[in-house]
């Protein structure tokens, strides 16, 4: 049932193209609930699923790359990862900048994204440092909403 809640969020942001990322963001946050409850097992299977039918049946193929690639793979490796001495945690967050940078490039330079074909390598690189900029935002922001998700559902519990 939360793959299917995932799903349709994936596809009113197909829908509604202006609403693209926060459609994937909030889909990113259904498995972050099982693993929050300490069912880690159902919250890969979740983001698992919603991946796959994701690229199979949303529409707009970016949204659904992004969740698979960026936003859901963060939640799932961010609860995956044991965090508890600080090396580790900052080993990992650095290798998952380096892999959306590249990944960042490789969208540009393959022309995935039909506004973004004919650009410079500097603004293709202003564009990887921007992305990795977001994505460390991200990652702040995250935590804290973790943290709060993680608190309602102990007192709801």
Known sequence: MMTAVSIVLLELGAVFEIAS???ALLAALVPALFFLRGEA????LVYGATSALAVLVVPDKFTALVYVL?????????????WQ???PRLACKASLVVFWVLLSIVVIQFGFVEELVSVSPLIAAALAAGW???????DFCMNRIFMGMGHWLRKFH
């Open 21 to 23: 990322g926060a459609a």
């Open 41 to 44: 097992r159902t919250g890969r």
């Open 70 to 82: 960026v936003l859901g793979l963060y939640t799932v490796l961010r609860f995956t990862v044991h």
């Open 85 to 87: 001495s600080r090396v």
């Open 132 to 138: 990795t900029v977001f994505l460390l935002y991200y």
